[in-house]
């Protein structure tokens, strides 16, 4: 229910950017290459320096190997733009906005990358941070029952996605998103798993 509702199920629609937000899963730079190569935009950003997920297991950060698996998979280096200082999603979207008025890049239309659990979180930022721009939110194509893999299990997906739910919940207020209504059945999902031991990534002093 919660892996439900973190997904937007936004249209796909011809954009000025294409900007997909690092992390430790590069399925977010194969789909941002995918969209690039389908020609849903002329322009692919990836931002990302090193996050919380990925100091241990890398050694760049993670706009920097985004971009290396998206040059793999056939897009040219030069229409790529990486932002690699910024550490959470607030400073994606506020670091991006910066490199591209340095660019002389004001693009009207965004198609937003994230991973599948972090969409609305991602979207909730972008439109706070960046309220005149159109957004669409996507992500790689996979269930939750397909996410799990070699570098992330179904255990630490759920407490990110319980984590986020929470940010969700309480973020509008301290300025970093925009409120979102939260269904009863999907917050009552929330308390369960939390009850369940689902508290890796809670926000200890709001918990």
């Known amino acids: 229910m919660i892996w439900e509702y973190h997904h937007l199920n936004h249209k796909l629609e011809k954009a000025d ?3 997909a937000l690092g992390s430790h899963d590069t399925r977010v730079a194969e789909r941002g290459a995918q969209l690039f190569l389908e020609e849903w935009s002329p322009l692919l950003i990836f ?28 897009v040219p280096k030069e229409k790529i733009l990486i932002e690699n200082a910024s550490s959470n999603t607030g400073e994606n979207i506020k670091f991006t906005k910066k490199l591209l008025v340095e660019y002389g890049i004001d693009p009207k239309k965004i198609i937003l990358v ?12 972008c439109k706070k ?7 669409i939110v996507t992500s790689p194509q996979l269930s939750f029952e397909e996410y799990p893999n ?26 970093f998103q ?11 999902a929330y308390g369960q798993l939390v009850g369940a031991g689902y508290k890796e990534h809670l926000i200890k002093e709001s918990a």
């Not at 941070?129 to 957004?135: F, Q």
């Not at 070699?150 to 300025?175: C, H, T």
């Open 17 to 19: 950017c294409i900007l």
């Open 47 to 74: 931002s990302g320096g090193i996050g919380r997920l990925t100091p241990e297991s890398w050694n760049e950060p993670e706009a920097d190997k985004f971009a290396k698996v998206a040059i793999e998979m056939g």
């Open 114 to 125: 994230q991973k599948p659990y972090m969409e609305r979180r991602a979207y909730a930022t």
């Open 129 to 135: 941070v960046w309220p005149e721009k159109e957004v």
């Open 150 to 175: 070699g570098e992330i299990s179904e255990d630490e997906i759920i407490n990110i996605m319980v984590g986020d739910l929470q940010r969700i919940k309480i973020y509008p207020e301290r300025g």
């Open 178 to 188: 925009i409120q979102q209504e939260i269904p009863d059945d999907v917050w009552t």
